[in-house]
């Protein structure tokens, strides 16, 4: 526990996640990003009246993957209820939501703690979640000089919302936190999680109490957390704000702030007394759900590894490095990727350093300017070089083809003409050579334009074979192999 | 007589009563909530609520998207509109 | 044939008429106009009507009879409609000023359903507000008079459409019923009127009072009307999840079949029912005769007990109000209803365009609905209420294990006058005591046309069946049908 002024934080958290569905939970009209102002509606989403909601299954099946995932105890009767509240951008002045008997309960979340040092694993816990239920999204306000716009697009999406306990004790582990459930649900094709596209929204309760006492303190529930490091530089915010208050002498209210990620503070909204009174009831339009445990084992079968599993299993059966690897299982796409690389070439630790050095590098030049810290890398795909391409590069470095240097040049030319690395050294006419008559020849000429090397050499100075060998990879114009070249080299020193 | 909180609950529902509305349901709700007295003595101990007249589990749709109807058709009653949105007055949180 | 030789025939002899080619869609429809535009003056029972989009229909079906390609029995029928089923481009007013401008972009699967029948869907009929009352006086539009006596009450809330047929304005109609709306204005106005069982008719496009409870079901002159209606608007419906994957029967077929060669069938009296202070005697009379009637065909009659049946009202009203409030919430001036002229920011568009768009009944059953699911009082009245609606179930389930279907009053009374309960709700609620439970159960029910009380007003009984029995129930009404000719009897307009 980070203690901060002899004060303890504690923090839970409410994630919405939207789940990457073709069609809205309860009608068929489409989602997705970036439609024109109220394009994907219909009468079920605009709430007409005599309209009624029917399931998605895809986005129950989906929520149910989560909670699998998660460890959850998915229950075998789920239902769906009303939660009421007016505001414009919600059709029906009710949300259709889970309230008893969510799709999902309990469960946890892996995280990893910051380590020592930033090559060193941290150390990892299990968040606990209270539930996972499945509700449907709102619109969109957007204010303007003399009123507010409204878009329903958004409306109706279907919209995940996982709660935890009050299981967090510091920014840096809803960091974390946020962090993993971000790659889980990413790496399982739950959803992108774009904060910026809104598919992923925070929001957190945080309360602070005296270090070694256990009563938890009043809480309050910060909004409008919009990324990932948002929510930790909100919390951090409230947190001191919080301890602030009580070194002053004040007490803390419930309440609900505002976090103003520009401003960087945080901002009354409202108090406990203007609460609402949701007056969940369970929706008549919707009939329960129940879930078989053959319906439960079909969708377990689909589910991919754990990042931090496939992590730990790439740590130990391949020997990658712990900083590889964590670049590598940050993205389903790049442990894809990888996988597909070493089933064509066997050499992990090369492709691995390939793909996170050299690639990403290419990736951050071509997206350049946007946040890698939320994950929004553009997509390996766009750079056109397939995984049995990088495969193919490294297998001609190992075979002695192409140097080190020459692999990063072959790299480039692939990307920029979505050749292959045969082609593209061709083309490019870099190949180390590996004629040994060839390379005998020059070799001798390099000695007998440097009598005075050979002779240090062989008295005795190993270093001075360097001068001779600086001689052949410039008159080849470093196509040599160096390797060859400096078994050819010994061979006729040591013949004289 | 059952006390209704005509103000609270009118708020709860949105609605704006006038002075009359409120003194006028305030008797009547009383008297109809003293009437539903009834059920409070009923023994419904190892019952199971109906919130369906049917039992049916696993309505369920495929995931398949039909275009909407777009915002023309969503927006045709509103009652103010600007940018195929819908204008509301202000909105105060 | 004049227009009022047509009037009263029922719709399954002008199809007949039709079909024979002595009858046109257009002659048929043109009498129906005709006849609507001389009476609702009178009777109020439509909103309003599209007379050329009628003949329209009527010239389509012509046209397709003509070429032998008549989409059904019924195709050519003209069918009118209560007001809270939608109608693509049509107004939806549901009998409020919160829609009074609301123009629907969807038709209602029944619409649908109708529609590819062949079905000339014509005709906003008037309803109580929002479907919530029983007489038809709580729209915003003005009350419908009862065809049999202009100063009573057609009943309701498908007041409108009961006393349209009635009247001879329609040969055909639908309502819905959440607590008698259908089979409570059939009686008061002499005709059949049908609930089916809840899940048969999709009610994808009926705007929802109680959702739970809601069903549509048609009005109609006689048993075959009835059965034929029924045909055209079962099904299962994949945007309705509350509606059933039950198999429909040819039911108009199912009737003469199941007496001709089915058992004599036992009904059931429950015995509160009957213990009933609040009984007129001319509908108690009426009952004796039918009990009698049924005797003499040999069927059998038997006592059952619905020991719960006097927690009925209070459980109906609960639920139906919580449920409404609900269904409500979403007529609030933002996007398609009526707005306030005098709101100054978002919130104050909620309370005044609700304060404003909602007449007095409707707005005491929010506040009442809103109430029983409010903090600290949803387990005592909505949570209470469902334990015992399980209860009521129960006492049916018990009840058809002994008897086929069971047979009631449809109302304490014949049609009260207008005006004259509108201002005690409460004895208004009462009003509803043997319809409510089939909408509780979900059970199908039936009023039957059985006699008249003084004043010439009809009077009414009512079969429930088992889940999903509408034949039992439709085979009941037509041994009656058979031997008594109530039915053929009309008001003078
Ligand atoms: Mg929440
Ligand atoms: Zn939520």
Redesign the pocket.
Known sequence: MASVDGYDAVIGL?V?VQLGTESKMFTDAPYYFGASPNELTNPVVMGMPGTLPVLNKRAIEKTIQVGLMLGCEIPQVSKWDRKHYYYPDMPKNYQISQYDQPLCLGGSVEIELDGPSRNVMGEHRRVSLTRIHLEEDVGKLTHVADGSLVDYNRAGAPLI?I?TEPDIFSPEEAFAFLTSLRNTLQNAGISDCDMEKGQMRC?ANVSVKPVGTTKLGTKVELKNLNSISGVRNGLRYEIDRQIRELKAGATIVQQTRRWDAEAGVTSLMRTKEEAQDYRYFPDPDLMPVRISEDWKSQLAEGLPELPFDRQRRYMADYSLPYTVTSVLCSNRQLSVFFEEAIRQHNNPLAIANLITNDLLRELGAASSGSEVEDGERRSLDSLGVSAVGVADLVAMVDKGVLSNQMAKEVLSGMIATGQSAEAVAEAKGLRQSSDSGEIEAICRQAMEENPKAVQEFLAGNEKSINAIKGRVMKATQGKANPTLVDQVLRKLLASG | MEHIDIGYTAKLARLELSKDEQELYSAQLGRILEYFHVLSSVDTSGVEPTAHANPLHNVLREDVAVPGFGAGPALANAPQQREDQVLVPRVIE | MNQDSLAYLPASKLARLLASGELTSVELSRSVLERAEHLNAQVNAFLGWDGEDLMAQAEASDKRRKADKALGFFDGIPVALKNNIAVKGSLLTCGSRMLENFVSPYDATVVERMKAAGMLVWGRLNMDEFAMGSSTETSYFGSTANPWDLTRTPGGSSGGSAAALAAGMSPITLGSDTGGSIRQPAAFCGIYGLKPTYGRVSRYGLVAFASSLDQIGPFGHCVEDVARMMEVLCGVDPKDSSSYPAPVSPFHAELELALTGGRPMVLGLPVEYFKEDGLDPAVRRAMDEVVAYYKGIGWQIKDVSLPNSHLAVPTYYVIATAEASSNLARFDGIRYTHRSESASDAVDVYFKSRGEGFGEEVKRRIILGTFVLSSGYHDAYYLKAQLVRTLIRNDFSKAFGEVDLVLTPTTPSPAFVRGERITDPLQMYLNDIYTICPNLTGLPAISVPCGFASQNLPVGFQLIAPHFEEVRLLTAARAYEKGNDWHTRHPAL
């Open positions: 409410e919405h919302e709660v929001d």
